[in-house]
């Protein structure tokens, strides 16, 4: 790999792993809800679960797919009735009261598994691998996991630490209702790419 493509792909990492989406906002309302150190699992899956992934799709992964162009299809329509359920989920979260009585944080294996719905992580898992992995050897596609995996997990915890800062201000039931509401909009509204393309 080039310095040039380290430097280009360092910064598709980066772009794509800060700007909001799926992982983003769910953190920052599991920050604001549970606080960072109990959304550590959280952040952890999503970042360890995401190079798991870009692993497998570099690996091959991919081929499935196109030699079975309706699984395009399913995928799409697992991740928007998951994404749809975890907006609703987050939307009808307890206030503060009710969370610290039986409310969890998503787990970190819930949050590896989410990676294979996230519409927006298999975006960059297939864009990371097309675009960056010349000649699609081992070695560029571990290099590629490794520089991802460096900057997922600062990129997804500054969300997580959003979330917990917000969380000092959400001491009001009303408020944190207000909020969850919010994400829940926000995480179906990060759903228009995937229902109407481009």
């Given at each position: 790999m080039t310095y040039d493509i380290f430097l280009a792909l360092s910064l598709f990492a980066f772009v794509s792993s800060i700007t909001p989406g799926p992982n983003?906002?769910?953190?920052?309302?599991?920050g604001a809800n549970f606080g960072f150190r109990r959304s550590l699992p959280h952040m952890l899956g999503v970042a360890l679960g995401f190079v798991f992934m870009l692993l497998l799709v570099g690996a091959g992964l991919v081929q499935v797919f196109d030699a079975y162009p309706v699984s395009y299809g399913v995928l799409k329509t697992l991740s928007v009735v998951y994404l749809l359920w975890l907006a609703w989920k987050i939307a009808n979260a307890a206030p503060l009261q009710g969370q610290e009585a039986g409310g969890q944080p998503m787990s970190f294996l819930?949050?590896?598994?989410?990676?294979?719905?996230?519409?927006?992580?298999?975006?960059m898992a297939l864009t990371a691998i097309s675009a960056y992995t010349p000649g699609q050897t081992y070695q560029s596609i571990a290099l590629v996991g490794l520089i991802f995996g460096a900057i997922n997990l600062p990129s997804v915890g500054s969300w997580t630490v959003i979330g917990q800062q917000m969380g000092r201000i959400l001491t009001n039931?009303?408020?944190?209702?207000l909020f969850n509401r919010g994400m829940a909009g926000l995480l179906v509204a990060s759903l228009y790419p995937v229902l109407w393309p481009g």
């Open positions: 983003n906002l769910m953190l920052m309302a599991s819930q949050a590896a598994g989410f990676q294979w719905v996230n519409p927006k992580a298999w975006a039931p009303r408020r944190l209702v």
